[in-house]
């Protein structure tokens, strides 16, 4: 079985592709899988680092004003099919997956087109433009909420797998990643994260909450993205006492172990996220992006708020003040965590991962 994974840019579009394609790997051992993303995706890093051939294309996303960039867009764009066509010429898939990004237009399209078995996979309640262009060409179209069957047509393509999450989120010591991690003992562990690229407005919060507030009252993995770190490591100012309380990192690779360790996350509200979240059953306080298409992360957090299992706080709301009083309101009441701990898991799909493998290989038969 040989197959081609198209997804990239942000860790929402790759992390899906990778637990699939492990997936795959741990039920037939012999099959023979290769991503395709751009070169300036976060997709260079994450699929090497798993073990899986990268291969690129050149392709970038519309602005909706006109401008040089456009055109530069629109060439890219055509040169972005012949592109993908050698590149499914060179791997000779039995089936493509598109798992999100603008790399998945051209090589979708063209595997279609080639006769090639096609699946989309669509994590948000509401459907990228890709996805919803692709949706006529593929063999199947796996959503993970059962709200974004309304933006598709063709319903006899559309299969309910929910989002596909690593294997190693459940496969996962706590203590041992206690121990690991070298914080303190006795204190609760909060992890606070914006997204694969960081989110400038929870990172400058959380920087205020440390500076100003903090005094001790937990510890905290606080991943600000690449592009942030440096300005966002230099400005967290802490009395010598606190500072082994507090992990400034770029990016969390090892983002089972830390899971599996937090007590509260601290996160925006894509859908893999809210997936794992569910998954693992930890307790959340969700700051939605507003910058989303639809803002259908807001529509992610209330879904997972209104089963108990997280605070949600806007970012047109958060400060310093409101972010620290949530976050020792709840940690100071380990009876309300776990409850929330608890309806965290009401509406997970834990098997995804078979419900995908099953299209793939009904599709390849």
Known sequence: MKVLIAGGG??????????????????????????????????????????????????????????????????????????????????????????????????????????????????????????????????????????????????????????PVRQELMNTNREAVLKKLDIVEGKPLLVAMGGSRGARKINETVVEMLNTRFKGEFNLIFATGEAQFNDINLSVCLDEKYKKMVKVVPYIYEVGQVYAASDLMICRAGAITISELQTMGIPSLLIPSPYVTANHQEHNARSLEKDGGAVVILENELNADILYNSIIKLISNRDVLNRMAADATKNRIIDSGEKIYSLVENMCK
Not at 10 to 31: C, D, E, R, V
Not at 83 to 104: F, H, M, N, W
Not at 122 to 138: D, I, M, W
Request: hydrophobic content about 40%; glycine content about 10%; proline content about 5%.
């Open 10 to 163: 942000t860790g929402g579009h790759i992390n899906p592709g990778l637990a699939i394609a492990k997936h795959i790997m741990k039920k037939n051992p012999s099959a023979e899988i290769t991503f395709v993303g751009t070169k300036k995706g976060l997709e260079t890093k994450l699929v090497p680092r798993e073990g899986f051939t990268l291969e690129t294309i050149t392709v970038r996303g519309f602005k909706r004003k006109l401008s040089l960039d456009t055109v530069l867009a629109l060439k890219e764009l055509a040169q972005s099919f012949f592109q993908a066509s050698r590149l499914i010429k060179k791997v000779r898939p039995d089936v493509v997956i598109g798992t999100g990004g603008y790399v998945c237009g051209p090589v979708l399209y063209v595997a279609a087109k080639k006769g090639i078995p096609t699946l989309i996979h669509e994590s948000n309640a509401f459907p990228g433009v890709t996805n919803r262009l692709l949706e006529r060409y593929v063999n199947y179209v796996a959503i993970s909420f059962k709200d974004a069957e309304k933006y598709f047509k063709n319903k006899e393509k559309l299969v309910h797998t929910g989002n």
